[in-house]
């Protein structure tokens, strides 16, 4: 199994372009989310998806767009880049936990995003 | 809203000895469960180790071992007989139980380096 794949691993973007960040994953998880690592704040959460055509706001939503029409798939858009969105995006997911539930977090191995 | 506290930025252990990594959260929940995660150079995010706070029992795995002190919110790790594989960063992280999904927020880090 892939588990969670992310693409690309790096990407460079002049403040203004946009991209999409690709997430994918082959475990069949109801649950994933995009986290943003920055140095000393450890990671904090974007967006996240209980499940297909279901997303909400994490902790850092603003000038990040997401959409899960898929099981599989959760991309992340970035629709005007900014020099704050510099940063190391990490995907994950899991199977949908309820309050009693803990199955664990499944990390892609993240995109390095610099933007000039 | 739920906050982690590393209060550590980076920590130094030799070869075969043991580090202690420190960890306090705040939150007026009772149920929750609480993670520690290993980031090597590669930025693969692992699970090192997991305690659901309805435990009083620490949670422990092989060389690492946590004491989870529920009244003062602290959730320290201990590495035991350090191993150069062991140079990472260490996320501590925190999840509601009240919550479905799997919403984690994570402490700044903690560097640990390995001395030969």
């Known amino acids: 199994n892939a588990g969670v794949t992310q693409t690309p691993k790096f990407q460079v973007l002049k403040t203004g372009q946009s991209m999409t960040l690709q997430c994918a994953q082959d475990?069949?998880?109801?649950?994933m989310s995009w986290y943003r690592q920055d140095p000393g704040m450890g990671l904090r959460l974007i967006h996240y998806s209980v499940g297909a055509g279901i997303t909400d706001q994490g902790e850092v939503p603003n000038g990040y767009n997401v959409s899960r029409s898929t099981t599989e798939d959760f991309p992340l858009r970035l629709l005007s880049a900014a020099p704050s969105q510099t940063s190391v995006y990490f995907c994950?997911?899991?199977?949908?936990?309820?309050?009693?539930?803990?199955?664990?977090?499944?990390f892609g191995n993240g995109t390095r995003l610099t933007v000039t | 809203a739920q906050t982690v506290t590393q209060s550590q930025p980076e920590m130094s252990v030799q070869e075969a000895e043991t580090v202690t990594l420190s960890c306090t959260y705040d939150t007026s929940e009772s149920d929750y469960y609480l993670f520690w995660y290993k980031q090597p150079p590669s930025r693969q995010m692992i699970l090192v180790i997991r305690q659901e706070a309805y435990k009083q029992q620490n949670a422990t795995e092989n060389r690492f071992s946590v004491n989870f002190q529920k009244a003062a919110k602290s959730f320290s790790l201990k590495i035991s007989d350090s191993q150069l594989g062991d140079a990472a960063m260490y996320f501590c992280a925190y999840r509601s139980a009240s919550a479905a999904g799997n919403k984690l927020t994570f402490g700044g880090g903690t560097r640990v380096l390995v001395k030969p």
């Open positions: 475990m069949n998880h109801e649950y």
């Open positions: 994950a997911s899991s199977y949908f936990n309820s309050p009693s539930m803990n199955s664990p977090l499944h």
